[in-house]
T-cell receptor, first 115, second 109 residues
Framework: IAGITQAPTSQILAAGRRMTLRCTQD?????MYWYRQDLGLGLRLIHY???????GKGEVPDGYSVSRANTDDFPLTLASAVPSQTSVYFC??????????????FGPGTRLTVL | GQNIDQPTEMTATEGAIVQINCTYQ??????LFWYQQHAGEAPTFLSY??LDGLEEKGRFSSFLSRSKGYSYLLLKELQMKDSASYLC??????????WGAGTKLIIKP
């Protein structure tokens, strides 16, 4: 069982380019999340999805979009990358049981550099 | 606003005990999580507290006081592999996790 996989592991991107970060989980979790992690700051939620077909905005959604066509996949797209989007991006998933604070499980991360 | 405070860095000696504190102010409270994150790796779940008191799990224990908005993670019999960042996160009224910036723990021989 792989858990959560992310691709690519790392990427250097020119500013203005479009980029999709991929995330796949095989735990049949309902909820999925995208975070960014920057030095000195806590994990910040970009977008989330409580169940397939629904998405929501987190704390820092500007410049990012997501889709949730099925249970397993939750891609994150940067439409036109800017240097401030240089960060480590983590995808996570959880059971997503309504009315419960459930444990989130993280993918290995994607290190993105925008020049 | 919502706020989670943790010390930025702590140093301890192999074999000793260390306590990492976390204070929080959030809109609602549905539990507090501790995660461990080794450098260059993903966070991994350590513990969850929703009721006041101490939860013990092997060498690691986590304490919660909801009235004080306070938690701590206690690590006993420290090993070199415990060198990592420890992240405190609170589940708020919408069951979203609010994260602290993490405490980097350095273990010296």
């Amino acid at each position: 069982i792989a858990g959560i996989t992310q691709a690519p592991t790392s990427q250097i991107l020119a500013a203005g380019r479009r980029m999709t970060l991929r995330c796949t989980q095989d735990m049949r979790h309902n909820a999925m999340y995208w975070y960014r992690q920057d030095l000195g700051l806590g994990l910040r939620l970009i977008h989330y999805s409580n169940t397939a077909g629904t998405t929501g905005k987190g704390e820092v959604p500007d410049g990012y979009s997501v889709s949730r066509a099925n249970t397993d996949d939750f891609p994150l797209t940067l439409a036109s990358a800017v240097p401030s989007q240089t960060s480590v991006y983590f995808c996570a998933s959880s059971d997503g049981i309504a009315g419960e604070a459930d444990t989130q499980y993280f993918g290995p991360g994607t290190r993105l550099t925008v020049l | 606003g919502q706020n989670i405070d943790q010390p930025t860095e702590m140093t301890a000696t192999e074999g000793a005990i260390v306590q990492i504190n976390c204070t929080y102010q959030t809109s609602g409270f549905n539990g507090l999580f501790w995660y461990q994150q080794h450098a260059g790796e993903a966070p991994t779940f350590l513990s969850y507290n929703v009721l006041d008191g101490l939860e013990e799990k092997g060498r690691f224990s986590s304490f919660l006081s909801r009235s004080k908005g306070y938690s701590y993670l206690l690590l006993k019999e420290l090993q070199m592999k415990d060198s990592a960042s420890y992240l405190c996160a609170v589940s708020d009224s919408n069951y979203q996790l609010i994260w602290g910036a993490g405490t980097k723990l350095i273990i010296k021989p």
